[in-house]
């Protein structure tokens, strides 16, 4: 069956945090990141038929749910894990939150790789610890990392967990396998718990190959814990349904005690029955979607070097979300968004939400339909000849 990914489908008024938070109702938003593609006919169907029993309490997650994100994980990606590892929960960010309040106490220090996603940020202050950052290299737009600067932070007695993006939200990074092996060899000699939040795993490019932390070895298994959902990739964010995926026995009931107590134990029905429907008979749609966004990307790509010469895009390798350099500008980012709400109604994330390291950058959303891309850009380039202009 063949998808329709250029269909234009109005998300407005239907409380949309992406499409209905703006005061006005012109600004395009390219902000948030969940998809305005509509979800998996398969998931829509699977909820209609849950939807016709008509009575929603309380659900108790079933056998089927354990062996189908197993079952995707061993042949989508080749990693094997056993039923005990896995601990549902309602979404990625209340699982991080919860593994630093098992793994760590107040005034211990957490371990990133700036810019990195903003939720990594409260999530570590919420539980009372101190963020320390490892910044990535950016050159030839792309980032890689500064292996002297990792080993160096990470021998501080007082770091305890370190919180790995997999792929990378905003780099577009698809970590490689060497690079993962060299990040986990540092963490397990200074006896750094790695945290690898792998929610955008579905989404990479051809060419690129993504790999689960935990599958690379026993040590990188027993050394980490991992932390994964359809939401991203199914476009089902809103379901509120994740796993945690930890070997380690002890490390894994310290964590089940944080998800007690943090009261995110219990997800929805809508969540269970979307996540099997998804990894059992999403794969198709799931393949479109990944050949539509990359041609998304490519498109974008050649845009801003034929229009946007002096904003190049970073290389993506993998999720959605393309990283600009708009230092030309000579504004900073918080101020760029700001601006381009009211002068080009057009909604993107300043670069600084993901660390210091983002100061100059812009984070846009292209999961949407072409037309909508193309419509943001031309947002953008007016802005930036109009700003041009007024200097």
């Given at each position: 069956m063949k998808y329709d990914f250029?269909?234009?489908?109005?998300?407005?008024?239907?409380?949309?945090?992406?499409?209905?938070?703006?005061?006005?109702?012109?600004?395009?938003?390219?902000?948030?990141?969940?998809?305005?593609?509509?979800t998996a006919p398969v998931i829509v169907d699977a909820l209609h038929r849950r939807v016709e029993h008509g009575i929603f309490g309380?659900?108790?997650?079933?056998?089927?749910?354990y062996e189908t994100v197993i079952d995707w994980f061993v042949h989508?990606?080749?990693?094997?894990?056993?039923?005990?590892?896995?601990?549902?929960?309602?979404?990625?960010?209340?699982?991080?939150?919860?593994i630093i309040k098992a793994l760590t106490v107040p005034g211990d220090k957490v371990l990133v790789q700036t810019p990195v996603y903003n939720c990594f940020f409260s999530s570590?202050?919420?539980?009372?610890c101190e963020m320390v950052s490892s910044p990535l290299v950016f050159a030839d737009h792309t980032y890689t990392i500064d292996y002297e600067d990792l080993e160096r932070k990470a021998a501080d007695p007082k770091i305890?967990?370190?919180?790995?993006?997999?792929?990378?939200?905003?780099?577009?990074?698809?970590?490689?396998?060497?690079?993962?092996?060299?990040?986990?060899?540092?963490?397990?000699r200074h006896g750094v718990t790695v945290v690898s939040d792998e929610i955008h795993c579905e989404l990479v490019f051809p060419g690129y190959c993504y790999t689960p932390f935990a599958s690379i070895s026993e040590d990188f298994l027993r050394h980490s814990v991992t932390c994964i959902s359809p939401s991203k990739a199914f476009n089902i964010a809103g379901l509120q349904i994740a796993n945690i995926v930890c070997a380690n026995?002890?490390?894994?009931?310290?964590?089940d005690r944080a998800i007690n107590d943090n009261e995110v134990c219990d997800v929805n029905p809508f969540g269970v029955i979307a996540t099997q429907a998804a990894y059992n008979e999403g794969k198709e749609w799931l393949d479109q979607l990944i050949e539509y966004l990359h041609a998304n990307y490519l498109y974008m790509r050649d845009f801003c070097r034929e229009h946007l010469p002096e904003f190049p895009v970073t290389i993506l390798e993998g999720t959605y979300l393309v990283w600009m350099d708009c230092r030309k500008l000579g504004i900073s980012s918080e101020e760029l968004e700001r601006r381009l709400v009211t002068e080009a109604r057009l909604w993107l994330n300043a670069g600084t939400m993901y660390g210091a390291e983002g100061e100059g950058f812009m984070r846009w959303n292209i999961a949407c339909p072409r037309n909508t891309l193309t419509e943001g850009l031309k947002r953008f380039v007016h802005f930036v000849k109009k700003t041009s202009i007024d200097a």
């Open positions: 250029d269909e234009q489908i109005s998300r407005r008024g239907t409380d949309s945090y992406k499409w209905d938070s703006a005061e006005n109702e012109n600004v395009l938003p390219m902000w948030v990141a969940d998809m305005d593609f509509r309380y659900t108790r997650v079933p056998d089927s749910y989508r990606h080749g990693w094997k894990m056993d039923r005990e590892w896995i601990i549902y929960t309602s979404g990625v960010v209340p699982a991080v939150s919860a570590i202050r919420n539980n009372g305890k967990v370190m919180l790995l993006c997999n792929p990378h939200n905003p780099a577009g990074r698809v970590w490689k396998r060497e690079e993962l092996v060299h990040i986990g060899e540092i963490c397990i026995a002890d490390r894994r009931a310290r964590i």
